[in-house]
């Protein structure tokens, strides 16, 4: 069974642009999560989608942004791109949304803003 | 952000010996708990979890314990490997109604040959 699965591996951009990064989850699982690691910062909670929804987003500005398509697929944008937005971009998936569902990573995005 | 990472701690250990990996929580309400394994380049990988409600869990090589009086969770393991040798993260589930999981600073587990 493949696993959560992201898009593009490396994405280089310069400040003010924009970034789309993408993410499929583990077929059948429904909620995809969004979590920056940055160096040194560990990782942290951006957002949660499920079942098409967002249902949660963490301590980011509103430049960061996404969706989840009708095949529980998500897109994380971020918009006018700061030098601090540098990060690995990890996607989760879980089975479902209940709170007990053990979440699986991806192998991440590497944004570098330049 | 409510993940704070400045020096990561290191466990270096030998080939054969066993592991035992720990971590503070924040939340008393946390219920859910997760160990995870990031090696160099890579996405977290599950190894085990726990429930609030049970205060031990083992897997294959891997044995989780939960203390809630302290908030201390550790993650065992036996017999380490050089293939064990990874940056190691424990996550919490707080209260509530979100799913995020907060995640520990990690620990970088050098395993020696």
């Known amino acids: 069974e493949a696993g959560v699965t992201q898009s593009p591996t490396h994405l280089i951009k310069t400040r003010g642009q924009q970034a789309t990064l993408r993410c499929s989850p583990i077929s059948g699982h429904t909620s995809v999560y969004w979590y920056q690691q940055a160096l040194g910062l560990g990782l942290q909670f951006l957002l949660w989608?499920?079942?098409?929804?967002?249902?949660n987003r963490g301590n980011f500005p509103p430049r960061f942004s996404g969706r989840q398509f009708p095949n529980y697929s998500s897109e994380l944008n971020v918009n006018a791109l700061e030098l601090e937005d540098s990060a690995l971009y990890l996607c989760a998936s879980s089975l479902s949304g209940l709170r007990m569902e053990t979440q699986y990573f991806g192998p991440g995005t590497r944004l570098l803003v330049l | 952000g409510e993940s704070v990472g400045l020096h990561l701690p290191t466990l270096s250990v030998q080939e054969g010996d066993n592991s035992i990996i720990n971590c503070a929580y924040s939340?008393?309400?946390?219920?859910?708990f997760i160990w995870y394994k990031q090696e160099s380049g890579k996405g977290p990988q599950f190894i085990i979890d726990?429930?609030?409600?049970?205060d031990k869990r083992q897997g294959q090589r891997v044995t989780v314990l939960l203390n809630k009086t302290v908030k201390h969770l550790s993650l065992q393991i036996a017999a380490t490997q050089p293939g064990d040798s990874a940056v190691y993260f424990c996550?919490?589930?707080?209260?509530?109604?979100?799913?995020?999981?907060?995640f520990g600073t990690g620990t970088l587990l050098a395993v020696q040959p």
């Open positions: 726990i429930r609030s409600n049970m």
């Open positions: 996550a919490e589930k707080g209260g509530g109604a979100t799913n995020k999981l907060i």
């Open positions: 939340n008393s309400a946390s219920d859910y």
């Open positions: 989608y499920d079942e098409g929804e967002e249902r």
